[in-house]
């Protein structure tokens, strides 16, 4: 079955940086680009941006430009995002989704299916 | 980017139907997605183009979307589908934008 099977929790301290793994199993990786969200806790779900697993291309949400890096390995049909400079507030659960979407006459259409189980990267000194 | 806007709560009566509306500018004009996430858990595509429904999803989640509104409906609303909802859509910009969540009670 179709799966999205990420890394473990991470405890950083202000300043560093975290790379959180989404390792894609069960469909052809390089077919669906891989999204990145956010939620911290109680609140609700924040974009932060996708990865082509197929071209390497990203697009990055305004608010992570300068701060995150989508990558992937498509041998190990892993994908990657490193955000840098960590901050109290990026204390979250980061999940990794598939794009089951498309894109035509430079419009986007996106809905998510499956997500990851999540990754809970906590920041504190 | 363009923001989407729900209701905080909502409450039903099991067997009645929940509607979670879910408004934006021109929201009628793209698609709109909803997800279930329910406690430690991930979020779960229920709806997707406006109307459709993924394979295992029950009958009872319908959605619509006309206007700047995204409606998803739940007939029959059981105790097992007490759980946040989240709409989402892209905007013009082609960033994903999610609304704030609605919390459904069955009580």
Known sequence: QVQLVQSGAEVKKPGASVKVSCKASGYTFTSYDINWVRQTTGQGLEWMGWMSPHSGNTGYAQKFQGRVTMTRNTSTTTAYMELSSLRSEDTAVYYCARDSGFCTNGVCFNWFDPWGQGTLVTVSS | SSELTQPPSVSVSPGQTASIPCSGDKLGD????????????SPLLVIYQDTKRPSGIPERFSGSNSGNTATLTISGTQAMDEADYYCQASDSSTEVVFGGGTKLTVL
């Open chain 2, 30 to 41: 793209k698609y709109a997605s909803w997800y279930q996430q329910k406690p430690g858990q």
